[in-house]
């Protein structure tokens, strides 16, 4: 008998012996085989069979022990002295109250409910040690004695520290090469470059990298490089513990709404292809889909700082779309030491999470599903990965610039702009329909006529094949150049991959998926919004319209009206493009960002983000820059007058690129945020990390357990419990003594409510019954004065249910007593009056209700809130009702030729029905047309109910159909394209006005010195020769061009020239300066070595003083040992 004899047999795995002490720097692992886990499971659960309730609510305040025993059996059941021990304190904690209980101490307060509820507050909120021991301290004053409150934040966390699951400190190199585990868990140095596994012993070793004795020294000994592994397996145990959660995991299948729109992973094209070749995956929904993010960070927020930490991040596509990314639910498995970024080196880093889940994929793992209350074999896989381009060519191992798409690969049309120094991705063209007019309009792209079809997209068997034979040593030591191995059938190219993917090692299905790294949008919005308004409105530092870029325009010899012109006098002409907006188009376009104010919720404040000196915009983050070019460019670019620079483009055009995954990083990086807050040591900020992480993962897991307890890492919804309204701010009661505004507000309510519309019918067909032939204009205002009187005195059916006490009630009428309020919180939706918002930064006093008008047609009608009324009918029925001001339908609203709404505030209606209910309106925001600032611009407020009461899809909840920014775009875009002519499109805008570059500023010669001491710093630091003149004529340019220079060649001298020709700061002649004729040899195609020649003569004579030496501001610069280049050209050019 190997496990005894009984269910209930207790195994024994010491004798009175103490466990070995092990290493700080390991984790305290427990050590049994897989059989043994099993049999410890099934005893557990068969011993609290008995009592265990799958329902979690279940309990009277306290603490389910039994629950929490699930989740640390295999610690507790193994019989480890140190674990045990902190189990039996934690057994008692859970029994002890807080304090006596004849002292005032509630029962639902036990020791370890408070101390949890301190911890959670800790790390909810982000208090430092420090606070919460003063916390400790004073309450354990105030309290009546005695207490058992933690004398400090390390006894608080001591006590749940058995709640705590496992964490694996990893030994790396510190080149990356490899990670002492396995093979190279004894080692002392690394076997590829030598170095010393601790910081004590850094540098080659030359003694056998085994030492045998080597365990002696390890505890004062500290590592060079460490990563932390969180084992994911044990993370998923703990998670089908819970009930709630193994629910929820099931989600995606069971609860899910499917009707052809995209709304979770689980609707995509690449979940459904999956299921289809994995058939026995997709049986069980249990299975896991998980998605892998990494990216580095600054631990420290210091932006002079260059240190590198690097999570990896996995989040769980079961979960409904509302969590699976919240903090709660997204799991940390690996945290990398910096202070240096791991670059395509991650795999090694990889390789710990890699195998587990292969393991996952292969085997699988038996665990316990709390909600089914069964055992079964779950299996996992890494569905996609969601980083930035520069975290994702590091996973994939794609190379960067000229093959750097991350669908055509080496099909990638690239150019690469010598001036500018940038590449560039061409020939967009390709991916329009076949017979669109822009693939024919050669003149307005790049003189080419565009004929060929859009790149196949790589699959993951292609990518598979051609990186599989390549070979790469890992690390960041020096070591010798292997060349890529070109894939068979490749043409000669080189494969556009630096390494073979761990993922394609590990993971038998990575090659299957057809989306693996899936485009980050947060980032492509941010860099695409700056280069748009930088260009717009030409700020320095982001426009992408400069005179490099013209000068690439003159390189590639296309938009000739577009190249620089040089002045007579030296200056530099940049002609205005069709993007190049006047200074008073720049006003306008700012002031009616500046004027903005959205509603709560929608983004951040808008008009902070406006300079209306500098005519920019700053400061914005990434869901800013979302907004700002979704929503908001749209309408600023109205500004610009000039019909023959608009050129309009249909959106459903680009079919084939809409067909590609993106994902945004938000969730993430507010992620890494969470993990910076952590740090409380900064001399081990890492370390921090994972110990604020495991705390408040122990923490956590009981939260479920705790009656009325909020989760940490699930915020409470501002809007949970309030879908049917509640006031916030501004409340007032007022007694109508007349009864009249009571009573036009309640024959109003009558006619909206949907449980009196079969009254409604039943009233209309009796009024046209007793007076045929009257108009329905008629018979509306009759039955509108006749109905509440009518209604009350009808015979209703009475009842107990909830619809007849409803109706008997509205019959009564409501309380002449009526609350009145300045914001309302109803749908998802924040409003507030007129008043209120006068005051605020915000605008939410803006709604549109659909409503069916006299000829039975439905229309949207806008207007903006002026009060908000809440009528009491008794027995808790209270109807919020809004009094607007309503713009009218038929002359003040209109809808523009690109199908945005335009409302005209100054012609008002509909005055004689100013009141709705507040749960059919659907809320709006107004924008100053800049085009026209006597109206505005309707944009739909941000309803926020999605996983409010398990609402998925707000379609089913609202009584309002959602309208876009535009509406009909596709059939208006090609409606502007018939009307806009071929012929008159142009790329030059004929009334704009020029830059010109360079232009002559007051303290010139300032600037020279300042010039010239950067200059020197710049080439004495890469040891190339300096060339400064003194003259005065001879300006020096804050941008020196002489990087382009050979080596050891001098043309300094030649460049000052052609900046003096081309840019001239100074009012100078070609007779006071000599060396303009050479310039003229260079335009004439003459070799630049001749003119180097000659300008070298010049500089000889001219500039050198009589011994051949340099001046920069006077001051001699010694011809020493770093110009000898200089002198072995003169020798071989000047003899």
């Given at each position: 008998m190997e496990y005894g004899f009984t269910a209930n047999?207790?195994?024994?795995?010491?004798?009175?012996?103490?466990?070995?002490?092990?290493?700080?720097?390991?984790?305290?692992?427990?050590?049994?085989?897989?059989?043994?886990?099993?049999?410890?499971?099934?005893?557990?659960?068969?011993?609290?069979?008995?009592?265990?309730?799958?329902?979690?609510?279940?309990?009277?305040?306290?603490?389910?022990?039994?629950?929490m025993l699930r989740h640390v059996e295999p610690e507790v059941l193994a019989g480890r002295s140190r674990v045990l021990e902190n189990w039996q304190a934690l057994e008692k904690a859970s029994k002890d109250l807080l304090y006596d209980e004849t002292k005032g101490c509630d029962?639902?307060?036990?020791?370890?409910?408070?101390?949890?509820?301190?911890?959670?507050?800790?790390?909810?909120?982000?208090?430092?040690?420090?606070?919460?021991?003063?916390?400790?301290?004073?309450?354990?004053?105030?309290?009546?004695?005695?207490?058992?409150?933690?004398?400090?934040?390390?006894?608080?966390?001591k006590l749940i520290c058995p709640l705590s699951l496992g964490v694996e400190k990893i030994h790396a190199c510190k080149n990356h090469y490899i990670l002492y585990r396995k093979e190279y868990a004894d080692l002392e140095c690394c076997p590829t470059c030598g170095t010393s596994r601790y910081k004590m012993g850094n540098g080659p070793v030359d003694s056998e990298c085994t030492d045998p004795d080597s365990d002696k020294g390890k505890r004062g000994k500290i590592p060079s490089m460490v990563m932390w592994y969180l084992p994911i397996k044990d993370r998923l145990k703990r998670l089908y513990s819970n009930p709630t959660d193994a629910e929820l995991m099931r989600w995606h299948q069971e609860c899910r709404k499917i009707d052809g729109m995209i709304r979770h992973p689980a609707d995509a094209r690449q979940w459904k292809t999956f299921d289809a070749k994995h058939p026995e995956f997709a049986k069980d929904p249990r299975n896991v889909r998980f998605a892998l993010s990494t990216d580095g960070m600054n631990p420290f927020g210091d932006l002079s700082s260059s240190h590198s930490t690097w999570p990896v991040l996995l989040t769980m596509y079961n979960l409904p779309t509302w969590i699976c990314q919240k903090r709660k639910y997204i799991l940390l498995t690996i945290l990398i030491q910096g202070p240096n970024q791991p670059g395509i080196d991650i795999d090694v880093f990889l390789e710990p999470l890699m195998e587990d889940m292969e393991e996952l994929w292969k085997e699988g793992l038996r665990l316990w599903d709390e909600f089914k209350r069964e055992h079964f074999i779950l299996r996992a896989i890494i569905f996609v990965t969601i980083n930035d381009l520069p975290a994702n060519f590091s996973l994939s191992g794609q190379i960067k610039g000229k093959t750097g798409c991350l669908i055509c690969l080496e099909k990638t049309s690239y150019k690469y702009l010598t001036s500018s120094l940038k590449t560039v991705y061409m020939r967009h063209r390709r991916f329009l329909p076949q017979r669109h007019r822009y693939r024919k309009m050669a003149r307005l792209f790049d003189n080419t006529v565009e004929n060929d079809t859009a790149p196949v997209a790589r699959g993951g068997t292609y990518v598979y094949e051609i990186t599989k034979k390549i070979k790469v040593v890992y690390g960041k030591g020096k070591k010798k150049t292997v060349k890529r191995k070109k894939a068979d059938g490749d043409n000669g190219t080189t494969s556009p991959f630096k390494k073979h993917s761990i993922f394609f090692k590990y993971l038998d299905y990575w090659k299957d998926l057809e989306i693996r790294h899936a485009i980050d949008v947060m980032h492509l919005e941010k860099n695409v919004f700056d280069s748009t308004i930088g260009t717009l409105l030409d700020i320095p530092s982001k426009t992408k319209d400069g005179l490099k870029s013209r000068n690439d325009l003159v390189e590639l010899s296309i938009w000739h009206d577009l190249h620089p012109v040089?002045?007579?006098?030296?200056?530099?002409?940049?002609?205005?493009?069709?993007?190049?907006?006047?200074?008073?188009?720049?006003?306008?376009?700012?002031?009616?960002?500046?004027?903005?104010?959205?509603?709560?919720?929608?983004?951040?404040?808008?008009?902070?983000?406006?300079?209306?000196?500098?005519?920019?915009?700053?400061?914005?983050?990434?869901?800013?820059?979302?907004?700002?070019?979704?929503?908001?460019?749209?309408?600023?670019?109205?500004?610009?007058?000039?019909?023959?620079?608009?050129?309009?483009?249909?959106?459903?055009?680009?079919?084939?690129?809409?067909?590609?995954?993106?994902?945004?990083?938000?969730?993430?990086?507010?992620?890494?945020?969470?993990?910076?807050?952590?740090?409380?040591?900064?001399?081990?900020?890492?370390?921090?990390?994972?110990?604020?992480?495991?705390?408040?993962?122990?923490?956590?897991?009981?939260?479920?357990?705790?009656?009325?307890?909020?989760?940490?890492?699930?915020?409470?919804?501002?809007?949970?419990?309030?879908?049917?309204?509640?006031?916030?701010?501004?409340?007032?009661?007022?007694?109508?003594?007349?009864?009249k505004k009571v009573s036009a507000t309640h024959n109003s309510v009558l006619q909206q409510l949907a449980i009196v519309e079969p009254f409604i019918e039943r009233h209309l067909e009796e009024i046209k019954a007793c007076f045929p032939g009257r108009s329905n204009d008629w018979v509306s205002r009759e039955h509108k004065r006749r109905f509440p009187l009518w209604f009350k005195d009808l015979n209703l059916p009475v009842g107990d249910s909830v619809e007849e006490l409803t109706l008997q009630r509205l019959a009564c009428g409501p309380s002449s007593i009526v609350n009145s309020w300045q914001g309302y919180d109803i749908n998802g939706f924040t409003l507030s009056t007129t008043t209120k918002d006068m005051k605020s930064t915000a605008q939410n006093s803006g709604i549109r209700v659909e409503a069916i008008d006299t000829s039975g047609e439905k229309r949207s009608y806008y207007g903006t809130i002026q009060e908000i009324w809440e009528l009491d009918y008794g027995l808790n029925i209270q109807i919020p009702v809004l009094h607007c001001e309503w713009v009218k339908d038929t002359t003040g609203v209109s809808v523009d030729d690109y199908g945005l709404t335009i409302v005209d505030h100054s012609k008002t209606g509909h005055k004689d029905d100013p009141w709705v209910l507040a749960e059919r309106m659907a809320q709006v925001f107004y924008v100053k047309d800049p085009s026209d600032e006597r109206k505005t611009i309707v944009i739909s407020g941000k309803q926020q109910i999605v996983g409010i009461d398990n609402i998925e899809d707000p379609n089913d909840y609202n009584q309002f159909d959602n309208v876009p920014l535009f509406t009909d775009l596709s059939m208006r875009i090609k409606k502007v394209e018939r009307t806009i002519d071929e012929a008159n499109m142009s790329y030059v805008r004929a009334d704009g006005v020029a830059k010109l570059e360079d232009v002559e500023r007051k303290g010139s010669i300032e600037r020279t010195n300042s010039a010239s001491r950067?200059?020197?710093?710049?080439?004495?630091?890469?040891?190339?020769?300096?060339?400064?003149?003194?003259?005065?004529?001879?300006?020096?340019?804050?941008?020196?061009?002489?990087?382009?220079?050979?080596?050891?060649?001098?043309?300094?001298?030649?460049?000052?020239?052609?900046?003096?020709?081309?840019?001239?700061?100074?009012?100078?002649?070609?007779?006071?300066?000599?060396?303009?004729?050479?310039?003229?040899?260079?335009?004439?195609?003459?070799?630049?070595?001749?003119?180097?020649?000659?300008?070298?003569?010049?500089?000889?004579?001219?500039?050198?003083?009589?011994?051949?030496?340099?001046?920069?501001?006077?001051?001699?610069?010694?011809?020493?040992?770093?110009?000898?280049?200089?002198?072995?050209?003169?020798?071989?050019?000047?003899?």
């Open positions: 047999y207790k195994v024994w795995t010491y004798h009175g012996e103490f466990a070995n002490p092990e290493d700080d720097d390991e984790e305290l692992s427990f050590e049994m085989n897989e059989t043994e886990n099993f049999i410890i499971e099934d005893m557990s659960r068969e011993r609290m069979d008995v009592d265990v309730s799958t329902d979690s609510d279940d309990f009277d305040g306290g603490f389910d022990l039994e629950d029962k639902d307060f036990i020791v370890l409910r408070s101390v949890l509820e301190l911890l959670r507050l800790k790390a909810k909120h982000g208090w430092s040690d420090t606070s919460f021991n003063d916390l400790m301290s004073l309450l354990r004053v105030l309290l009546p004695k005695p207490n058992f409150v933690p004398s400090n934040t390390y006894q608080a966390k040089v002045l007579p006098n030296g200056k530099t002409e940049i002609p205005p493009a069709c993007y190049s907006l006047t200074l008073e188009e720049k006003k306008a376009f700012c002031k009616c960002l500046q004027g903005v104010r959205v509603p709560t919720g929608f983004a951040s404040n808008i008009r902070k983000l406006v300079s209306m000196k500098d005519l920019t915009i700053s400061g914005y983050n990434a869901h800013d820059c979302h907004r700002l070019l979704t929503v908001f460019l749209p309408i600023a670019i109205r500004a610009v007058k000039p019909v023959h620079t608009k050129k309009v483009f249909d959106p459903l055009e680009l079919g084939p690129l809409q067909t590609f995954a993106v994902e945004t990083m938000w969730a993430y990086e507010r992620y890494m945020s969470i993990l910076k807050g952590y740090i409380r040591n900064r001399a081990h900020p890492e370390g921090s990390m994972i110990e604020g992480y495991t705390t408040e993962e122990a923490v956590e897991c009981c939260m479920d357990y705790i009656k009325d307890a909020n989760a940490i890492g699930i915020p409470v919804h501002r809007h949970d419990g309030r879908l049917s309204g509640r006031g916030t701010v501004g409340r007032k009661q007022f007694f109508d003594n007349d009864y950067r200059a020197h710093k710049y080439y004495r630091k890469r040891g190339g020769p300096v060339h400064i003149p003194s003259q005065k004529k001879l300006s020096v340019r804050t941008g020196w061009p002489c990087y382009k220079q050979p080596p050891g060649i001098n043309l300094c001298g030649y460049y000052m020239c052609e900046m003096l020709r081309v840019n001239g700061r100074y009012k100078t002649t070609s007779n006071r300066i000599p060396e303009i004729p050479y310039i003229a040899q260079r335009f004439n195609d003459t070799t630049i070595l001749n003119v180097a020649a000659d300008l070298y003569r010049f500089i000889r004579r001219d500039v050198c003083n009589a011994r051949g030496l340099f001046y920069d501001n006077q001051s001699e610069l010694a011809m020493d040992d770093k110009f000898k280049p200089l002198r072995e050209w003169e020798k071989e050019h000047m003899q």
